[in-house]
């Protein structure tokens, strides 16, 4: 069963940041004209399947609540806690106890690691109570250090002085972890989380480390919120990946709609890890016109994408969202009826909806399809396309990739398009 929760450390004084915190919390505090920090790593968190959104507040708590509480953002519900008094980030946790699940992400709220949200928290340790996101630095002075040992924390060091000595490279606490439940018995009373909790668990052999080397930034100081409002525009963008579903994605066995039916095209899952992990945004783009021959429901189509979520979350991978398109021009089922609908395929509707929808950046995207209406449609969305020969996925995507990314160290960029014999021909 894959993770759903994602609870937020918004509480933090961010004293170091002086008034620019006095009436803000810091998670508060905008990173580009219309978007606070907050509203990143919730977003994040979102499109990596998490439902239940917890928002642990303290400091200014009540704008946390007014702004968050209740909010609904896309399939996902957002709760504010707020703690009575200040009680450290382990007394936070220790106050939402009565509402956490068995094991649930923990996020600081005032820094961003950009990684695949779903590697972290696939398949809980057996035994330990918590997996910790480590990033390496080429210096750790001002963070910290954390020594790894196969998969096991054996130690944390303190935060080096500044004085004289080099740069100390090394891994750093990412700020993300993925926590039992059960971890709740070893806070007591006001205590952090970083600086008391885990030093005494990794004392005893129940900490994981895995390193991600994802995009890292906090706001902790003046100079690194100013680098995160010069930085974060470019990096907010993403370049995306549109699937076709059936004969690129899963075996089309004609009108393929129950769950029980899905068999993955070979690559497939493995393709959809492949993206997540090089940043890209993946969405299903599919006409389901059997919704518009009474064949089946949405609410069929709906079920058939979330048992494709499911068995992609447990090896680590998501699709960012799913567009399908019911209509028909020969539909039995009226409401459906469409000469020629912007969404079904050839028509680009669905990619067009995806650009309104999400930060999508052009340079780099792609779609993926096994007909002409797929390629037609990209086509007239301005993006490149591959025609899917059926065989492997996983191949297919890795040449899409090399085809819009430089490799490492090219001396020149490769120019952003993908020839195809389909493309030649459009
Ligand atoms: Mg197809």
Redesign the pocket.
Known sequence: MAVRQAVFLVGGKGTRLGTVTAATPKPLLPITPDMLLIDLLIEEAVRHGFTDIVLLAGHLGDSVERLYHGRRIREATVRVIREPEPAGTGGALRHAAGILDPWFLLANGDSWFDINLRALTLAPPRAGLARIALRPMADTARYGSVELHGRRITAFTEKKAAAGSGPVPGLINGGLYLLRRAILDRIAGPCSIEQDVFPALVRQGAVEGRVFDGYFLDIGLPETLAQARRELPMRLARPAAFL?????LNI?HGYTHRPEQLRWMEGAREAVLALNEAGYLVFVVTNQAGVAHGFYHEADVHAFHARMQAELADMGAHIDAFYHCPFHPDATIRRYRHPSHPDRKPNPGMLLKAQREWRIRDRGSFLI???ES?IEAANRAGIPAMLFDGTNLLATVRQALAAVRPAPGAPTPIPISIETPAMQAG
């Open positions: 076709d579903r059936d004969g690129v089309d399809g096994d007909r797929d």
